[in-house]
């Protein structure tokens, strides 16, 4: 088996590592690694490649600069690309902070630049897969995780799933506050990615979400995604809110912490991640990997501990290096699940971003967030009940920025874009949207949209 993967970010390793625990399972004979950073690309080819020898992984990862001889043949694509880098996800973030309006990566119009820009390249990445491995699945990682998932569904045929650890994180929290091994908590969960609730917690054949909403605070001492939830509010709904519906239910509160904290996540992470890059390049040059390895470890357990923190006003923790890095089951285990169910053709049930296929009453092909039954056939959305009124206040009008969003990036109308923006809830008024439309297009080079 050959897995191509597009984007040697800084999370690549945690991938590989993964990989190295089934590689036998999965067949996996290679790995190749794509960039358009050619000097990122090789750092990291041979910093992961070094850790899978170390790890006797099975397999061989080699870099490889051209996207259609790294994706000719390959039974698999996992896609973390990052179009315009760190440098472009800060434009996003700051963007609609000058302009009172929260500034994250891919909630609200911070999510709304990145996939404008990220739509056009994704597509011409999935021409290539329909021409050169046509037999692919490919799994996207790339954010906005949902509506590019939304974008390739209708413009293209390649097979894709789109995959988010957000709700396998909600349910790792939610078995240690009960008291229950994660395999045994099955979680009801629907809604968009990024904006979902779950409504009904399973532990065998009992539902314990009463229970949670009861025990609110137990459940936010057991999980930090939890604790910037009033448990007034959550007893309200009647069920569990993704930790991204924070923006929505509390954006006054997220848009001071934000300007509070004097720096958005992405600047906080490129002063973060800087010194690991150099580390990484000063590990290559001379062989020895021991100091790249342990400022890897200490950046990405800091990525871990101060997720959210900042916006929600937790703070910044203090940080220790975590021994278990690459031992855990993040975004990358999730990934791993839906290739050795396609791979092994065992059934399993799995929370990704896929078309609803009806599934879901009003949304009948629209991608959402779903339990689906993930086998060599793809993911089926198992059948769900319908959406609640308060849940479906918020899910309708960010489905329909989504679709204009998709709209906009694939045919370059201004029109669209700023029907996106004016659709979402977060922003609501025509003349801000043409004002953070003209500032990102202007900043990021975005050309062909003219009012």
């Not at 050619?38 to 051209?66: H, I, P, S």
């Not at 506050?177 to 969960?189: E, F, H, R, S």
């Amino acid at each position: 088996m050959k897995l191509t993967v597009l984007g040697a970010g800084i999370r690549t390793p945690l991938l590989l590592s993964g990989l190295a625990r089934r590689a036998e399972s999965l067949g996996l004979e290679e790995v190749v690694l794509h960039d358009c950073d050619k000097g990122r690309l090789e750092t990291m080819a041979a910093f992961g490649g070094g850790l899978c020898n170390e790890w006797g992984a099975g397999f061989d990862v080699r870099a490889e600069g051209y996207a259609e001889a790294a994706l000719e043949g390959t039974d698999f694509v996992f896609s973390a690309i990052r179009v315009g880098g760190e440098a472009g996800r800060i434009i996003d973030e700051q963007v609609p902070l000058r302009y009172g309006i929260v500034g994250q990566e891919t909630t609200g119009p911070g999510g709304f630049a990145m996939a404008l820009r990220t739509i056009p390249v994704m597509i011409d990445y999935a021409r290539t897969i329909e021409r050169v491995a046509p037999h692919a699945w490919l799994i996207n990682f790339t954010n906005p995780a949902g509506l590019i998932t939304q974008a390739l569904t209708d413009h293209t045929d390649v097979k894709v799933i789109g995959i988010c650890d957000t709700p396998t994180a909600m349910k790792r929290t939610i078995a240690r506050a009960l008291g229950v091994p994660g395999d045994a908590v099955v979680l009801d969960y629907f809604g968009l990615n990024h904006l979902g609730w779950v409504r009904r917690v399973m532990v065998d054949g009992a539902d314990r979400l009463d229970e949670l909403l009861d025990h609110f605070e137990e459940l936010q001492r057991a999980g930090a995604e939890w604790a910037p939830f009033d448990p007034r509010l959550v007893r309200d709904l009647g069920m569990l809110p993704n930790e991204y519906l924070y923006y929505f239910y509390f954006r006054e509160e997220a848009l001071e912490h934000i300007r509070a904290s004097g720096a958005t996540r992405a600047q906080q992470l490129a002063t973060l991640n800087r010194p690991v890059w150099e580390a990484l390049a000063t590990g290559a040059a001379s062989g020895d990997w021991t100091g790249a390895r342990a400022a890897y470890e200490l950046a990405m357990s800091t990525r871990h501990s101060t997720y959210m923190a900042r916006e929600s006003g937790r703070g910044d923790p203090d940080i220790q290096s975590d021994d278990e890095l690459f031992e855990g089951e993040g975004y990358e285990g999730l990934a791993l699940a839906v290739m050795a169910s396609i791979r092994t053709q065992a059934a399993a049930p799995l929370i990704v971003n896929v078309p609803a296929n009806g599934a879901v009453a009003g949304f009948a092909d629209d991608v959402l967030e779903l339990p689906c039954l993930v086998d060599e056939r793809g993911a089926s959305p198992l059948a769900a009940p319908a959406v609640p009124s308060t849940a479906r206040a918020l899910m309708e009008p960010v489905k329909a920025y989504e679709r204009l969003t998709v709209e906009a990036a694939v045919t370059k109308s201004y029109s669209a874009a700023t029907q996106a923006l004016v659709a979402h809830p977060l922003v609501g008024s025509y003349r801000l949207a043409t004002a953070m439309l003209d500032e990102y297009l202007s900043r990021h080079g975005l050309r062909g949209f003219s009012p």
